[in-house]
């Protein structure tokens, strides 16, 4: 024990006649092995009659035993837009800083978990991986509407730079926020789950599905000529 008051609740701390009393002698030579003490005017006195009064003690912490979650731990994280999963060690220094998020409570409910590891399953049989362009690679302009990346922001400044950017899913290509509003699952790359892909990924597509869709039309041309002639 450091330092003990004893006095006026409203007034902590000073030591005046009518307000507080400094007992830190008395806190030190009472307090019991369980490490409480007893606030009372039999040990304390009076120091101001008739006010509601309240015991102040400053002391020093002892060291409690650290704990840890038991058994296996499993952490999961995204890498470039899919999930992925690894056991760690129970004492894993990530784990010990909880960083609030809006999706915290959503992320932890057990169905949360369990489409996670789904996606964690399916990011490993897809064997492949987009590479995410860093936001310092991202140049000074939106790759899709070749605007300012805060176009839409009031505020601009470098802090806000980085809230207005993300990653599309699909090609890992940094874009604005207002081109990036489209929402597909892409279960080639592991990503089971809608998430942002950009205006370019969404309206253009794959170069196969580009390809095989303008084959589809040669063949539509050839069969409606072939029935014309026919007719």
Known sequence: VFLAWYGDASRPWQVKVGVGVDVT??????????????????????????????????AKAARAEEQFCP???VSIYRQS?????????????????????????KDHTK???????????????????????????AGDLCPCCHSDFDWM?????????PLSMTNCRSCGLVTCIGCATFRQALPEIGIIDPA?????????GSSKKNDDALASMELAFQSAAAQGRGG
Not at 111 to 137: D, K, M, N, T
Not at 153 to 161: C, E, L, N, V, Y
């Open 111 to 137: 169905l949360a978990y369990h489409r996670a590891l789904l996606g964690v399953r399916a990011g490993r049989a897809s064997g492949r991986s987009i590479r995410w362009q860093p936001f310092c690679e």
């Open 196 to 204: 942002r892909i950009c205006d370019s990924c969404a309206w253009g």
């Open 71 to 73: 058994g296996i731990v």
């Open 153 to 161: 922001s009031t505020a601009r400044s470098r802090k806000q730079r």
């Open 25 to 58: 002698t008395s806190v030190q030579e009472s307090i019991c092995d369980k490490n409480t003490v007893r606030a009372s005017k039999t040990h304390f006195g009076d120091p101001c009659p008739w006010i509601s009064k309240k015991l102040i003690v400053l």
């Open 81 to 105: 837009g899919a999930l992925e999963a690894a056991n760690v060690p129970n004492d894993f220094a990530s784990l010990r800083r909880i960083i609030c998020d809006k999706r915290m409570i």
